[in-house]
């Protein structure tokens, strides 16, 4: 469902005054606004194909209606997502469940709403009708080299759906690991997953590169054989140049220190993407800065100094990816809220005073340097992220269009109550 260009230009134009007051305020407090609005307005976050339908649990599934029924239909709605925020020009496929039947057809779809293909996802943690061999026990560690044999199949079967597209990155993430104590052979499983990911990133064309996302528990409850970032970074390390650690926000054990770890891997030079989302508990892939704003902040504060010390362009030097499911909201409004919370965040960690806080650490002035990074913290920055909107012919408010334009009405008249669109 398109919204009209002039519609949303009246939207931004009754919201204006307000803005304007609120944009001269922080413009007038900060002293690198044209840089941050750059920064900004460069700012590409992929949206993941599996979270346009609304997601669910064991327990239950309570659709919202109006889902995508096909991967047009997704493009169509990641492009209405981008109409409003210019700040969502990628999605991330995930295969079988958005094979491109017509891969030309579907690049030129995409471009038509401004998209490109960013990391592809392979899928051997689930059996597909009709599969020969079962991933129950596992995939590229599996103990019966034929299973792990079709799992490599199927991962450069993917990359080739990524070449048609334009993607330059695969996602491996393996829900292999054990459930009990003594059921598995770690180094074993070790050394058969490194031998699969071996002849897998053989298969890469040379410009693409290789995300490995860990993950602590689940579907897994005993031992996951790439389960945290270690042993992620142990098997790219190995592997080569072109592979890289993906981080998962949920992915970790309860307090890990999220921002220590993205300084390291990125000053290693092994930090290759996100799927950003927020938690409490578990791999509960909530509202990106939902649960724990300040936790993003300090691990995009560790990201800007991260890469400026390494000279790296952030809009295109690492994967930036969303991986939510939501059960309680609407998946676009869902979107949309987290796509604001990490560009809200960015900015942020734009705003700290780096030379200052170097200052402070060189003399363990503890105080001064928690004053430094909770006043870029406490800062609203979100006219600042409105005003780049509204400079790439953006929303000022993408929400408030998205309900007073009454997108999901128009979506469930088009495509029914029942639709269930595939993934999470
Ligand atoms: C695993 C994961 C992975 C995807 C899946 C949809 O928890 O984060 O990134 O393949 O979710
Ligand atoms: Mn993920």
């Known amino acids: 469902m398109l919204i009209e260009k002039y519609k949303l230009s009246q939207h931004n134009e009754a919201a204006l005054k307000d803005h304007q007051r609120k944009f001269d305020f922080i413009a007038?407090?900060?002293?690198?606004?044209?840089?941050?609005?750059?920064?900004?307005?460069?700012?590409?976050?992929?949206?993941?194909?599996?979270?346009?339908?609304?997601?669910?649990?064991?327990?239950?599934?309570?659709?919202?209606?109006?889902?995508?029924?096909?991967?047009?239909?997704?493009?169509?709605?990641?492009?209405?997502?981008?109409?409003?925020?210019?700040?969502?020009?990628?999605?991330?496929?995930?295969?079988?469940?958005?094979?491109?039947?017509?891969?030309?057809?579907?690049?030129?779809?995409?471009?038509?709403h401004g998209l490109k293909f960013d990391a592809m996802n392979s899928n051997t943690f689930q059996d597909q009708p009709g599969q020969e061999l079962s991933y129950k026990y596992g995939s590229l560690q599996n103990v019966n080299k034929a299973v792990r044999k079709q799992a490599i199949d199927h991962n450069i079967e993917v990359i080739k759906y990524g070449i048609e597209l334009g993607?330059?990155?695969?996602?491996?993430?393996?829900?292999?690991?054990?459930?009990?104590?003594?059921?598995?052979?770690?180094?074993?499983?070790?050394?058969?997953?490194?031998?699969?990911?071996?002849?897998?990133?053989?298969?890469?064309?040379?410009?693409?590169?290789?995300?490995?996302?860990?993950?602590?528990?689940?579907?897994?409850?005993?031992?996951?054989?790439?389960?945290?970032?270690?042993?992620?970074?142990?098997?790219?390390?190995?592997?080569?140049?072109?592979?890289?650690?993906?981080?998962?926000?949920?992915?970790?054990?309860?307090?890990?220190?999220?921002?220590q770890i993205v300084s390291l891997l990125l000053m290693e030079g092994k930090l290759g993407g996100f799927h950003f989302n927020d938690s409490k508990y578990g791999d509960d892939d909530l509202t990106v800065g939902s649960i724990k704003p300040y936790q993003l902040f300090l691990i995009f504060n560790e990201l800007v100094e991260g890469?400026?010390?390494?000279?790296?362009?952030?809009?295109?030097?690492?994967?930036?990816?969303?991986?939510?499911?939501?059960?309680?909201?609407?998946?676009?409004?869902d979107l949309l809220q987290s796509v604001e919370a990490i560009m809200i965040t960015y900015a942020q960690a734009l705003l700290v005073d780096r030379a200052k806080l170097q200052e402070a650490q060189n003399n363990n002035d503890v105080v001064t340097a928690q004053e430094i990074l909770q006043q870029a913290f406490r800062t609203d920055t979100r006219a600042l992220v409105a005003e780049?909107?509204?400079?790439?012919?953006?929303?000022?408010?993408?929400?408030?269009?998205?309900?007073?334009?009454?997108?999901?009405e128009g979506l469930i008249k088009q495509r029914g109550l029942k639709t269930v669109a595939t993934g999470l």
């Open 28 to 112: 007038s407090e900060i002293n690198n606004t044209e840089d941050i609005l750059q920064k900004l307005i460069e700012f590409q976050v992929a949206i993941p194909s599996w979270a346009l339908g609304t997601g669910g649990t064991r327990f239950g599934r309570f659709p919202g209606g109006g889902e995508p029924r096909n991967l047009e239909e997704k493009i169509e709605d990641i492009g209405m997502l981008h109409a409003l925020n210019n700040s969502s020009g990628a999605i991330s496929l995930h295969i079988p469940w958005d094979i491109p039947e017509n891969a030309s057809h579907i690049k030129a779809l995409a471009a038509q």
């Open 167 to 259: 993607s330059e990155s695969l996602t491996v993430w393996l829900a292999d690991g054990s459930c009990f104590p003594g059921q598995l052979n770690f180094r074993k499983a070790f050394q058969n997953t490194l031998e699969s990911l071996e002849e897998i990133y053989s298969a890469l064309p040379n410009d693409w590169k290789m995300f490995l996302e860990y993950k602590a528990f689940e579907p897994n409850f005993y031992s996951t054989t790439v389960g945290d970032w270690g042993q992620s970074f142990t098997y790219v390390n190995k592997l080569g140049p072109k592979a890289f650690t993906l981080v998962d926000l949920g992915h970790h054990l309860p307090n890990a220190n999220i921002e």
């Open 307 to 333: 890469m400026d010390a390494k000279g790296m362009n952030h809009a295109n030097g690492i994967g930036w990816m969303i991986d939510a499911s939501h059960n309680v909201k609407d998946p676009l409004e």
């Open 388 to 408: 780049a909107r509204l400079r790439s012919g953006a929303a000022l408010n993408p929400l408030a269009v998205f309900r007073s334009e009454k997108v999901r």
